[in-house]
């Protein structure tokens, strides 16, 4: 049987720093989780926003090692909030009854600076009314010579 691994890692999305599992959460990874969850609140703060899209299983352990990171960031003052929970993620935290202590990821609400740097340079419509197109009987006798009088 292959060796069960493990891969943390952060990275910047937009102002958000995000901690990344990819792999495998289990009996043998969780210690390792649950050092990285409580390096990234004592280094980054109370909140933690953990992307889970690449974590192939999850085991009791591993909700264990993610229940520990949920308690470290509310004694902290914040919370871990779940960014794309893989599918053996959502399956086990709904068959445990848990998914509520894992709020999704808060949606990012644009900065009023770029909004109102974006309508600025975006042209407006006109509100002026197209003059008529002239019909074929006009463009006729527009095309025919005048005769001097």
Same mark, same amino acid.
């Given at each position: 049987?292959?060796?069960?691994?493990?891969?943390?890692?952060?990275?910047?999305?937009?102002?958000?720093?995000v901690?990344a599992f990819?792999?495998?959460?289990?009996?043998?990874?969780?210690?390792r989780?649950i050092?990285?969850l409580?390096?990234?609140?004592k280094?980054?703060?109370?909140?933690?926003?953990?992307?889970?899209a690449?974590?192939?299983?999850?085991?009791?352990?591993?909700?264990?090692a993610?229940?520990?990171?949920?308690?470290?960031?509310?004694?902290?003052?914040?919370?871990?909030?779940?960014h794309?929970?893989?599918t053996?993620?959502?399956?086990?935290?709904?068959?445990?009854?848990?998914q509520?202590l894992?709020?999704?990821?808060?949606?990012?609400?644009?900065?009023?600076?770029a909004?109102? %740097?974006?309508? &600025?340079? *975006? /042209?407006?419509a @006109? !509100? %002026?009314?197209? &003059?008529? *197109? /002239?019909?074929? @009987? !006009?463009?006729?006798?527009?095309?025919a /010579?005048?005769?001097?009088?």
């Amino acid at each position: 049987m292959a060796e069960a691994s493990l891969s943390c890692y952060t990275r910047r999305e937009h102002a958000d720093l995000v901690l990344a599992f990819e792999g495998t959460l289990d009996m043998a990874t969780a210690p390792r989780a649950i050092d990285m969850l409580h390096q990234f609140i004592k280094e980054h703060g109370p909140d933690v926003i953990l992307d889970m899209a690449r974590l192939d299983f999850i085991d009791s352990k591993g909700v264990g090692a993610l229940l520990s990171g949920v308690k470290a960031a509310r004694e902290a003052g914040g919370k871990l909030y779940l960014h794309n929970p893989a599918t053996p993620v959502k399956k086990i935290l709904e068959m445990c009854g848990l998914q509520s202590l894992f709020p999704p990821r808060p949606e990012r609400k644009p900065e009023p600076v770029a909004v109102a %740097a974006a309508s &600025a340079s *975006r /042209p407006r419509a @006109s !509100t %002026a009314t197209a &003059a008529p *197109r /002239p019909t074929s @009987s !006009t463009t006729a006798a527009s095309r025919a /010579p005048r005769r001097a009088a």
